[in-house]
Every structure is written in structure tokens, then in C-alpha cells.
């Protein structure tokens, strides 16, 4: 049985992860503060509660159990939160993420795939977004994550530790099956919101800013579905197994494709109607830090760990998000 360590493992994308490897026949361990993640979306491996700046408490971990490999969602990802509280975010995310990496080291644990993001990027000079493209964050979240990526490149050539980064783009969508989905709280993501107004759960979704330079004015996201990204972890950690990839490797995450607010709204709309649902869109304000466009270019990825997104239809990709928002708009009626 090949071990892994999944740390945040009880939230978003990280539950799907750990329902993709245990099927795959990974024994996985969780590890998760329970912060932002949920006991509930622990369906598959053993969860262990606990933080990463529980220094006995991960020693402890990595001396009862053997890991070939180590995922890691565990994160602070609000972009306005860190820039009003900078510390929580290079505590978790940098400090945090150290202690993780020096416990691995002192273990022997050679493999690390690590969730980065397009945040690290910051205002784009071209689009779509390679991974030659200038890493400039614009605000605290981003820098945290990108000092990671750096601290990695250190990690491989003075201690072996092998790596891979996945920069997300917009992550998305839900399980096929109905188990997991998107349970964010605050709620600050568009599809999720967007099917919140439509379940009843919000009054309303309000578009915020309709005066980008793109063809409808609103602002134009590459949205990938969450069992792509977890397909592209599954893959970079056969080929961390394997020894195919060495030292610090970064690959961006995406579809390739954008789609504006608008466009989200209108296909979502679409899907909620089958069964007689509507929603109200208002008119807001434009949301300070976002980019008109931002859509990845993932070659890369595809020609490197062999990926190819499967879901990577918006209509799929909001009819598994709906799914979902149905199932949790009935548990609070109930
Ligand atoms: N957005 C919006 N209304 C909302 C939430 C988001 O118009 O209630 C827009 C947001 O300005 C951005 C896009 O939807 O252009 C995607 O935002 P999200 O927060 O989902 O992801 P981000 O691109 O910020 O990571």
C-alpha cells in the first residue's frame, strides 16, 4: 500500500482528491485544522485534526506513519481578507507550510505536490497565462503562495525534496457523484453564488463591474472543473513515484478557455430553468484586484504529466455545482 498524506484534505478540493486517490487504491491520511474544511466531507481515509504549527503533533504523524508522498490544500484563500490581515496569511501559508516541509525532510519523505495558484501571477502582462509568464502578486495571498514555490526550489537542490505546484486557476464544479461539493463560508465565488440566488439561498447575484475591456464588459475566468485538478495531482504523483519529475516543477491549471461573468450567469441560468428555477441578477460596483482577463495556458501540464481535462464543458461543470447547491439548499430546509 502506497501512503499518503493529504493536509487539508477535509476541504474543497481536497476531498475530492482524497475520494480520487482512496478510489484509486491510495491509503490516505488526512490532516485538517478543520478551519475552513468540514468533518462531513472526510468520507474516505483516516482524518487526524490538527495544524500545521503543531510541531510534536506532526512528528508524531510522520514518525507512526510511512508517507511516499504529501498533497497539500491546506490554506488561507481569501484575497481581500489577506490583505487587511497579511499575518494569517504568511503564518498559514508560508510558516505553516515550513514546518510541513522540514518534517518531511527530517523523515526522508521525498514528494510534495503543492496547490499554488494564478494569484501568484498578479495583473497580467499576456494571456493565456504559460509558466513563463512574470510572477508579480498583488496582494498577500498571492505573495504567500509564490514564497512557497520559491522556498521549493531551495527545498529540491539543497535537500532532494521533489515537487510539483499546480497553479489553479478558477476551481469549480463538484463531484459527478453528489457526495462533494463547493461549501465556502464566507461564499466569494461566482458559480457558487450565482446557484445560492438561484436555490433561494440569496436574493440575488450582483455582477460586479460591467465596464471591463472585454466583448460583454464583465470580467472573463478560466473555471476548472475540481475533478480535473485533481486528475492533474493524481498524475504529477505517479510521476513523482516513478522518479519521472525531479527538482521543483510549477504547471498552471486550466481550460484554456474564458468565460465572462455574463456567460456564467446566462448558462446557469439555462440549467436552473429545467426544473423551474430563476434568479435575480443586480448591478454592482467592480471588485477591487480583478483583472479583466485571466485564462491559462496549461500545454504544459498536458504535454508533461500527460492531462487532459475531462469536464471541461461549462454546462457540466455548473450542472455538478447545481446538483450540489440543490442538495444543500433541501438540508437547510429540513
Ligand atoms: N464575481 C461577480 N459577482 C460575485 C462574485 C464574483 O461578478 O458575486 C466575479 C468576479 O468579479 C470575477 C469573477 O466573478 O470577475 C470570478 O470571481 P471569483 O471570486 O469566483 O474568482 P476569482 O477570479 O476572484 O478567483
Not at 438561484?198 to 472543473?225: L, N, P, Q
Amino acid at each position: 500500500m502506497t501512503h499518503i498524506l493529504v493536509v487539508g484534505g477535509a476541504g474543497y478540493i481536497g476531498s475530492h482528491m482524497v475520494k480520487q486517490l482512496s478510489r484509486s487504491g491510495y491509503e490516505v491520511v488526512v490532516l485538517d485544522n478543520l478551519s475552513t474544511g468540514f468533518r462531513e466531507f472526510s468520507l474516505y481515509g483516516e482524518l487526524v485534526v490538527g495544524d500545521l504549527a503543531n510541531l510534536n503533533l506532526l512528528e508524531h504523524l510522520f514518525s507512526t506513519h510511512k508517507f511516499s508522498a504529501v498533497m497539500h490544500f491546506a490554506a488561507s484563500s481569501l484575497v481581500g481578507e489577506s490583505v487587511t490581515n497579511p499575518a494569517k496569511y504568511y503564518r498559514n501559508n508560508v510558516a505553516g507550510t515550513l514546518n510541513l516541509l522540514d518534517v518531511m525532510v527530517r523523515h526522508g519523505v521525498k514528494n510534495f505536490i503543492f496547490s499554488s495558484t494564478a494569484a501568484t501571477f498578479g495583473e497580467p502582462e499576456y494571456t493565456p497565462i504559460d509558466e513563463r509568464h512574470p510572477q508579480n502578486p498583488i496582494n498577500p495571498y498571492g505573495a504567500s503562495k509564490l514564497m512557497v514555490e520559491r522556498i521549493l526550489q531551495d527545498y529540491a537542490s539543497a535537500y532532494g525534496l521533489n515537487s510539483v505546484c499546480l497553479r489553479y486557476f478558477n476551481a469549480c464544479g463538484a463531484d459527478p457523484d453528489g457526495e462533494l461539493g463547493e461549501c465556502h463560508n464566507p461564499e466569494t465565488h461566482l458559480i457558487p453564488l450565482v446557484l445560492q440566488a438561484a436555490s433561494g439561498r440569496r436574493e440575488s447575484i450582483k455582477v460586479f463591474g460591467r465596464d471591463y475591456a472585454t466583448e460583454d464588459g464583465t470580467c472573463i475566468r478560466d473555471y476548472i472543473h475540481v475533478e480535473d485538478l485533481c486528475s492533474a495531482h493524481g498524475l504529477a504523483l505517479q510521476h513523482l513515484l516513478s522518479q519521472h519529475i525531479q527538482g521543483a516543477q510549477a504547471y498552471n491549471l486550466g481550460n484554456g478557455q474564458g468565460f465572462s461573468v455574463q456567460q456564467i450567469i446566462d448558462a446557469a441560468i439555462k440549467v436552473v430553468a429545467e426544473q423551474g428555477y430563476k434568479l435575480k441578477v443586480e448591478e454592482a460596483e467592480r471588485r477591487a484586484g480583478d483583472p479583466a482577463v485571466l485564462v491559462a495556458d496549461a500545454t504544459r501540464a498536458k504535454n508533461e504529466l500527460g492531462w487532459q481535462p475531462k469536464f471541461d464543458s461549462i454546462d457540466t461543470i455548473i450542472r455538478h455545482a447545481w446538483q450540489w447547491e440543490l442538495k444543500q439548499a433541501a438540508k437547510l430546509n429540513h
